[in-house]
Structure formats: structure tokens, C-alpha cells
């Protein structure tokens, strides 16, 4: 008989989200697991390097690099062992193959693989090792024991053999939830805005990173390439708050029954194609600093460009630009990218928006912001309230 009770409610099966966390890898050491979505992602709750059917179940893996390529499939490795690392007998490969240094255990416990209450500083740690198989929007598809046959992989390897392309793997082309909304600045003021980049020029600007519990901002060419220009004329700032009170936030109440009543930044960006401009796959809501944000809202203002397209990896290689005067909103919580100008320079007005619930939790968190981080303290959050 049919029961609509789950047996165990913390054990973690097919069509529940994958827990995100941030853990320590091979290369990285604050790794975010959600920033890999958009492909399909198993991680490999092996243990220890030194076991047998760890290393069987490692190496199996890596004898499949047409499966685990990372446009397709990205393995990550989830070792307890601290031996792995001071040893060197676990290592990166890539494309494809990545681990993590779970010695806290706190990917274990997370995924239940470790008890809730087990502690690594005890010695020996009891493990319910497995796989467990994700897909592109970090729901899991699959979790299968490992076993004594080593049978385990071979189903592992199946059952990824059989799955759909990426984009197709909800079994047809399915849309980023996204809003495309042409007409939302009239030609004449993306021209001046443009202008007052072009006379202004801009400041190369950075992202924000949980740094020692506090949200700094930090610049790395290689993940983000842009310069903002920021607004401070309060006339300007007043006619594009009033043009996204009559065009914008009515769309995103009608869609996500969301009122939004608060705006943070007025900047002019620019990807330009001399400097490689592009913004790699992030959400915009992951610190401290940033939590509040509830929609961005990317508005081109010219189209003399290529590349820069934004796009949303956990749903297709499918790619937005919206016409000039137009604009692409979603929520902060998706996995986004823009791509890189490869000629000319792209334009865009870059807000975010949120109500007054999130703009409390601005203000509490204020405190662990660092000296370039979120602009709070000059920014109360502006209200587009009419």
C-alpha cells in the first residue's frame, strides 16, 4: 500500500534539492557546490583513498572522462581522511574530476552519510557510503549505496550513460524562469546614461565573498571583467526609480505575487571587448551583505555589441539580450553568467531590488560588512514607493 509518509525524513532521495554547501577542495578553499550547476554533478562519498572499494570507486570514475568532461557531468570526490591530502594519493583532474576535504565532516553530516552527532576529533567515523547523482538544478536524481560486488558503480555508470543532454534533462527544453520586458527605458535616456559613462568613465568593479564572516569585495579578472560608473544626480535617480515603479515592478508582482519597494545601486556598467568583459556563473544573495537582494534586473542600453549575453546555467545553454531599453529580471537566487564581449562594449543598468522585510535584514547585517563590501552605508536602499 501506498504510504505518503517518508520513512526517514532527514535521509535524502530522489526529486529533493540538493543540500547546497560551501567545504574545502583540492583547489579551492571555499568551495560553493551550487556555483557547479547547470551539468549534471555526482558526488562520490568515498571515505578514505586508502580503502579498496574507495579506490575502485574513484578509479572507476576516472575511466570515464567522455561522462565526466564537466560540460556534461563534473565528479567530486568527498573524502574524511586527512591522509588523502597530506599524502597526495587524492588529487584533482581536470576537466571532470574534483574533491573535497570533508574532514569536519560537515558535507557528511549534511547529506547523512555521517550521523548528526558524529565527531571527527573521536577517531573512526561511521559511514553509510554512497553516490548520490544530481541534476542541473541541484535536485537529486538518484542515491545508490555503495556494496561489497562493487555493483554500485556499474549502476552509477548505467544510469549516467542513460540520461538526457543537460538541457534536456527534464526530458524536453524547459525556459529560465526569467521576465524579458522590452520598452522599460525610452531610447533618448539610455543614450544619456550612456553619455554620462562615456564623459565619467568608470571604476573596475569587484564582487562580494564571505571572507572571515564578514562580506568584503574582491577583484579577480579571471571570474568577473566590468567597470560601473554610479549615479549620484537625485533627478536621474528619481526618473529611473519612477519608470521601474510603472514598468517593472507591476510585472514581477503580477508573476511572483512579489512587491517590490526598495533599490539598491544606480550604476552605468560596461563590459568592454578591450578588456575581456564577462562575469562568471554566481548568485547574487550568497553573503552576509548581500542575503537581501530578491530580484536583479539587467537593462541593456545599446546593442553595438557581441557576447555579453547573460544565461542561466540549471537551465540551458539558452542566452538573453534583451533589446536596448529592455530588461532581463530573476530572481538573485539563480545561477547566472555573461558571457564575454567579443567586440564592442555592452551597456547596462544593474539594479537590485527588494521589499521592506529584506531591507531589515540589510540593516542586520550591516555589521559584518567590510570597508568594500555592500554599499549599505551609503545606500539606505532607496524606496521606489509612488
Known amino acids: 500500500m501506498f504510504s505518503l509518509s517518508i520513512d526517514d525524513p532527514t535521509r535524502i532521495t530522489p526529486g529533493d534539492p540538493a543540500p547546497s554547501f560551501y567545504q574545502r577542495s583540492f583547489a579551492n578553499p571555499r568551495y560553493a557546490f551550487n556555483s557547479a550547476a547547470g551539468r549534471y554533478l555526482v558526488l562520490c562519498f568515498f571515505g578514505s583513498g586508502a580503502d579498496a572499494q574507495a579506490q575502485a570507486a574513484v578509479q572507476g570514475a576516472y575511466d570515464r572522462p567522455d561522462i565526466f ?225 530578491r530580484f536583479a534586473v539587467s537593462v541593456n542600453l545599446n546593442d553595438e555589441f557581441e557576447g555579453g549575453e547573460v544565461s542561466f546555467p540549471e537551465y540551458g545553454p539558452r542566452s538573453f539580450k534583451a533589446p536596448p531599453g529592455g530588461a532581463v529580471v530573476f530572481s538573485c537566487s539563480l545561477l547566472h553568467k555573461v558571457s564575454k564581449v567579443t567586440e564592442g562594449r555592452r551597456f547596462a543598468f544593474l539594479p537590485f531590488l527588494y521589499d521592506d522585510e529584506a531591507a531589515r535584514i540589510r540593516e542586520q547585517n550591516a555589521r559584518f560588512v567590510g570597508e568594500k563590501g555592500s554599499t549599505f552605508r551609503a545606500d539606505k536602499g532607496t524606496a521606489p514607493k509612488g
Open 69 to 293: 568532461n564537466d560540460p556534461n557531468a563534473s565528479f567530486f570526490g568527498v573524502s574524511i581522511d586527512p591522509e588523502d591530502e597530506t599524502s597526495g594519493r587524492v588529487t584533482n583532474r581536470l576537466p571532470g574530476y574534483r574533491h573535497f576535504w570533508d574532514f569536519d565532516l560537515t558535507v557528511s553530516r549534511l547529506y547523512g552519510i555521517a550521523s548528526k552527532d558524529a565527531d571527527p576529533g573521536e577517531g573512526a567515523t561511521s559511514l553509510a557510503r554512497r553516490w548520490v547523482i544530481i541534476d542541473p538544478t541541484m535536485r537529486v536524481l538518484s542515491v545508490i549505496p555503495f556494496r561489497e560486488d562493487q555493483g554500485d558503480l556499474a549502476e552509477v555508470m548505467k544510469l549516467l550513460e542513460e540520461l538526457p543532454p543537460p538541457d534536456r534533462f527534464a526530458g524536453t527544453e524547459i525556459m529560465a524562469p526569467i521576465l524579458f520586458l522590452p520598452r522599460v527605458f525610452e531610447p533618448e535616456l539610455c543614450r544619456h546614461l550612456i553619455g554620462l559613462y562615456e564623459a565619467q568613465g568608470g571604476e573596475e568593479s569587484g564582487f562580494m565573498r564571505e571572507v572571515d564572516g564578514r562580506t568584503v569585495g574582491l577583484t579577480d579578472p579571471g571570474f568577473k571583467r566590468r567597470k560601473d560608473y554610479t549615479i549620484n544626480d537625485r533627478e536621474l535617480v528619481s526618473a529611473l526609480r519612477t519608470r521601474f515603479l510603472r514598468r517593472v515592478i507591476p510585472e514581477i508582482a503580477k508573476v511572483h505575487h512579489f512587491r517590490a519597494t526598495r533599490m539598491e545601486r544606480y550604476i552605468v556598467s560596461c563590459y568592454a571587448a578591450e578588456d575581456g568583459g564577462h562575469f562568471a556563473a554566481h548568485r547574487d544573495n550568497t553573503t552576509k551583505g548581500t542575503a537581501h537582494r
